[in-house]
């Protein structure tokens, strides 16, 4: 049996983020568009040379990007909507990632269940697809200069996955697919002519929840038994990728019988090896067996492997035929580049973590010497096996379960994952006061240089903690200070102390180990730095209260707590493979657990507990969807229950499709829910209405991952088409995401528009609205007063009102309307008058009634004239106001 090997992609950005700072100075007109080039193919390049070097027989290449590969698609198809379609190039290109001014960016979200975020193509009836190749065919070119004509195998990705993962309106599957495969035949009638025979064409969506809906299309596109399909190329082979998940039994019988030489199936992920041993493997065809883990950091464990190449060869051994090819279970962009600068994993209490851990160089190796286990043996590998065997030993010996943390989850109930009361009881005693529409952020202010430069200082010893500290403390201030001048209503201190929303959490925990250069992509130029979760997870002392504190002394508005939520923090980190998913979420649930009733002590009465990644974290197939939703939600139930009803636990999520999620975000049962929506035409505000959700939410009102600061207009169309689907009083006016990497220049700018933004729509709401909700609360009153049936008690307040008009009426003039007083009082009730102002105001005005002093009658009259308030006041007054 023949036996290669092979890869499905590389990460991007380059050994020391070469890439990422590229983009970075071009962005802001630093470098020229040549150099930028210059640049991102020597990382390329670089990248097929290391492949080539380290024995790999068929490198994956075109993968590579600028900033997205979807997004790459969209640009070689010629699919840019239509608001893009007066720029080209790279201006058009960069365009649709980031916006510019008055065009809004590409929605965004999460690449299947990884952390990856791709750009979402915008699909309609008019879609005119036109071949843009001339970048891709160049890369081609190049690869074949560095990696060989022999081991050059160009990846497409596929069209069922092009379009699933897009959004389109007006249009069916059927009618799109027509369009775009004459595209995908003329690419590989290019390739064929620059010699290239196979390529990868990765389908991923083939593994998920549309997986029997776009199995329907396979014989169209790539051919059945004795029919030929429409990509399909006499010179070229294809190899069909899947990944991330167990493949569709339906569409792996179709391969069987169809003209697709090979496929890759992922044997990390699902149980890809019993739908081989269940249907036994078709003669003359190739396995990509993907049994080198693209999404983990840890080395290959040797019995898993041996066991799964041993079983593999089983089945293919029971055809004709049959080659093998041994490869990364995905694209190897979701590791960092190399274990080579981390040798400070070797010491302290994280001794014996190097010897397990594997990035993509190290996955390279990894995959030569599972090649010669498959092609010869064991005993070919031996030494490496060995090694890897003594690696693991060494691990678990240093790393033993912790007893408090197994004891105190053993103990865990029911209780512990409830509030003292639902939300319709404990929502009244919260945050007293604020305004109707009230405004915060998210959460993250601006990184400046002067920050990082601090935090490098702090951490390289050339400054004390304590100066540190005090700088940061005053960054606390400018912050808050920025805040009060804007008029946002609930304040963040805007974590300047934190690098990285989990990096931060998981430095305070015993348990997690950290990189000095494991980056990782997350969308275009934005790289995270995951850490690694080796061992149970302890908080020795609590990890957000002092910043808490500093920030709520400069202000008497509610500042938040601000924590990053358990399924987060495991998302996006890299997990053990120990112990299962759940037990790590609960060890970190009882962490975050301990960390809000520290905040309540402090006295904070506003608490946010992110969880951006919940829905990123869902398996893709639909049956195991359920299991993992529930155990999340427990997580985070575990961690806030411990919080009073007067606490106001809030929310973030971002970034993935909420659909069929919905019911587990409304199980948190968070207070408040902060949720992306700028670049998603409210669709997730109509989807939580669709459920009945109950609680606050907070739509972003525009977009921080683009430059373009948002006219206040504009703010104000998505407000008013919040209020077309919510009511008043359960939105929260914010952006769609944290301001981290952002400039303070556009943050103050956008920020100021949002409330300005706000303020004019509160202001359209009293003027439409007020009236009519205080006079139905007083109706209530006078119904419990009068002991009167509803219908009367509107009868006896509307002839009150208009016997009040009656008694009024001559000093309803002009000079009252248009009074200097009016004005000064306008302004007082914009600033949202509380009630108890205004019982004051009905007790001044009943006795100066009585009193009969025509001036200061006329001062008050012009008051309520002014708020539109006259005929609720004449019923909020009562009797006493009549007998005048």
């Not at 210059?38 to 990007?65: C, H, I, M, P, Y």
Request: charged share 25%; proline share 5%.
């Amino acid at each position: 049996m023949a036996v290669d090997s092979a890869t499905l992609g590389f990460p991007r950005m380059g050994p020391n983020r070469e890439l990422k700072f590229a983009l970075e100075k071009f962005w802001r007109n630093k470098i020229s568009q040549e150099e930028l080039f210059k640049v991102a193919n020597t990382v390329e390049e670089a990248n097929w040379k290391k492949q080539v070097d380290s024995g790999v027989s068929r490198v994956g290449v075109g993968l590579f990007s600028l900033y997205d590969h979807v997004l790459d698609w969209t640009f070689y198809l010629g699919l840019a909507p239509e608001r893009f379609t007066k720029l080209s190039g790279l201006a058009q290109y960069f365009a649709m990632a980031r916006g510019v001014d008055g065009i809004p960016a590409l929605d965004m979200t999460k690449w299947f269940d990884s952390n990856y975020h791709y750009e979402v193509p915008e699909l309609n009836a008019k879609s005119s697809p036109k071949a843009n190749f001339s970048s891709y065919i160049s890369s081609i070119k190049r690869a074949l200069n560095v990696v060989g004509s022999n081991k050059t195998v160009p990846v497409l990705l596929g069209p069922l996955t092009y379009l699933a993962l897009s959004k389109y309106d007006g249009a069916t599957l059927d009618e799109l697919l027509v369009k775009v495969l004459p595209l995908y035949t003329q690419l590989l009638d290019e390739l064929a002519g620059l010699g290239i025979t196979e390529v990868q064409i990765h389908e991923p969506s083939l593994v998920g929840a549309s997986a029997e809906k776009l199995s329907k299309h396979l014989p169209t596109v790539y051919g059945s038994k004795g029919a030929a399909g429409a990509i399909q190329h006499e010179k070229i082979a294809i190899n069909l990728a899947t990944y991330f998940e167990e493949i569709n039994h339906d569409v792996y019988q179709w391969f069987a019988t169809s003209p697709v030489s090979a496929i890759s199936l992922d044997f990390t992920r699902g149980d890809n090896l019993s739908v081989l041993q269940k249907f036994g493997f078709p003669a003359g065809k190739r396995l990509g067996a993907g049994l080198i883990d693209g999404r983990s950091v840890w080395k290959f464990n040797p019995e898993t492997v041996l066991n799964q190449v041993s079983e593999i060869k089983k089945v293919l051994a029971a055809s004709e035929k049959t080659e093998l090819t041994i490869q990364t279970s995905s694209s190897l962009q979701h590791v960092p580049f190399t274990t080579e600068c981390e040798k400070a994993l070797n010491a302290g209490e994280t001794d014996g973590l190097l010897g397990v851990l594997s990035f993509a160089y190290e996955k390279l190796a990894e995959l030569e010497v599972v090649k010669k286990i498959a092609e010869i043996g064991e005993e070919a590998a031996k030494t490496e096996v060995d090694a890897a065997k003594k690696a693991w030993a060494v691990y678990y010996e240093k790393n033993p379960a912790k007893e408090a943390v197994q004891s105190r989850l053993a103990a865990v109930t029911e209780a512990d994952f409830k509030r003292p009361s639902p939300f319709a009881e404990r929502r009244p005693e919260q945050l007293k006061g604020l305004p109707v529409l009230p405004t915060t952020s998210i959460g993250s202010f601006p990184q400046t240089p002067q920050i990082r430069a601090l935090r490098r200082k702090l951490k390289a010893g050339d400054i004390t903690l304590d100066h540190y500290r005090g700088k940061i403390d005053e960054q606390i201030a400018y912050n808050i200070g920025i805040q009060e001048a804007l008029g946002l209503d609930i304040l963040v201190h805007g974590e300047p102390e934190r690098t990285d929303m989990v990096e931060y959490f998981a430095e305070k925990l015993e348990g997690f180990a950290f990189t000095q250069n494991g980056w990782v992509q997350s969308y275009g130029s934005r790289c995270v730095r995951p850490p690694i979760i080796f061992a149970d997870l302890v908080r020795p002392v609590d990890m957000t209260v002092r910043e808490f504190v500093v920030a709520q002394s400069f202000t008497s508005k509610p500042v938040k707590g601000m924590l990053t939520g358990p399924v987060t923090i495991l998302n996006w980190s890299f997990p053990r493979k120990d112990i299962s998913r759940k037990d790590q979420a609960f060890q970190l649930a009882l962490c975050l657990r301990d960390e809000v009733a520290d905040l309540e002590t402090a006295k904070c009465v506003v608490i946010q507990v992110d969880e951006p990644a919940l829905r990123e974290g869902m398996p893709l197939k639909p049956a195991k969807k359920d299991e993992y939703l529930n155990w999340a939600v427990d997580a985070f139930r575990l961690s806030t229950a411990v919080a009073k009803n007067e606490t106001s636990i809030h929310t973030h999520m971002c970034y993935c499709e909420f659909a069929d999620c919905m019911h587990a975000i409304d199980a948190i049962d968070a207070d408040v829910n902060s949720i992306e929506n700028a670049r998603s035409d409210d669709e997730t505000i109509r989807e939580f209405k669709a459920i009945g959700y109950k609680r606050d939410l907070g739509p972003g009102t525009y977009d921080i991952h683009s430059p373009v600061v948002p006219p206040k207009e504009e703010i104000v169309k998505k407000l008013q088409s919040f209020l077309k689907l919510l009511p008043p009083q359960q939105v929260v006016v914010n952006p769609d995401c944290g301001l981290k990497t952002r400039k303070w220049p556009e943050t103050i700018a956008a920020l100021r528009n949002m409330v300005d933004a706000t303020l004019e729509v509160r202001a359209s709401l009293r003027h439409r609205s007020s009236h009519s909700q205080m006079e139905t609360q007083e109706l209530k009153r006078w119904h419990r007063t009068l002991g009167l049936p509803a219908s009367q008690t509107q009868s006896v307040a509307k002839s009150r009102v208009k016997k009040f008009r009656a008694v009024v009426s001559p000093l309803d003039s002009a000079d009252i309307r248009s009074g200097v007083y009016a004005s000064e009082f306008r302004g007082m009730y914009n600033l949202a008058l509380p009630s108890g102002v205004l019982y004051t105001f009905i007790t001044v005005f009943t006795n100066l009634l009585t009193r009969k002093e025509p001036a200061c009658l006329k001062l008050l009259l012009s008051v309520f004239y002014s708020t539109h308030l006259l005929e609720i006041f004449a019923t909020f007054a009562g009797q006493a106001l009549f007998t005048y």
